[in-house]
């Protein structure tokens, strides 16, 4: 099992920036991946972003070249920078875990961005 804590998301204007971060109660290398999604309202929940824990990464489209996954095995934290914030990227995001043989998904509690002036 793995527990996830999610911290750092807040209001920002467009134009601006903010750091996710995900804490999780092992080492994330031994996590097959972790990732950050976001559901906004009256939307389908979107992938954002994912890395493995050979440190491959993937982005969704709409954020490449603004958002960056990156994280401090150290401190068992995954992090999400969210820079150049659009209005469109206003969401509740989430931290996901897949972990084990049998890819069992473990989900943070979530975290509000909303991005307005």
């Known amino acids: 099992q793995v527990q996830l804590v999610e911290s750092g998301g807040g209001l920002v204007q467009p134009g601006g920036s903010l750091r996710l971060s995900c804490a999780a109660s092992?080492?994330?290398?031994?996590?097959?991946?972790m990732g950050w999604y976001r559901q906004a309202p009256g939307k389908q929940g979107e992938l954002v972003a994912t890395?493995?824990?050979?440190?491959?990464?993937d982005y969704a489209d709409s954020v490449k070249g603004r958002f960056t996954i990156f994280r401090d095995n150290a401190k068992n934290t995954v992090y999400l920078q969210m820079n150049s914030l659009k209005p469109e990227d206003t969401a509740v995001y989430y931290c996901?875990?897949?972990?084990?043989?049998?890819?069992?998904?473990?989900w943070g509690h979530g975290t509000q961005v909303t991005v307005s002036s």
């Open positions: 890395m493995t824990s050979g440190g491959s990464r």
């Open positions: 092992r080492s994330v290398l031994s996590i097959n991946a």
């Open positions: 996901n875990a897949d972990f084990g043989p049998a890819h069992e998904q473990q």
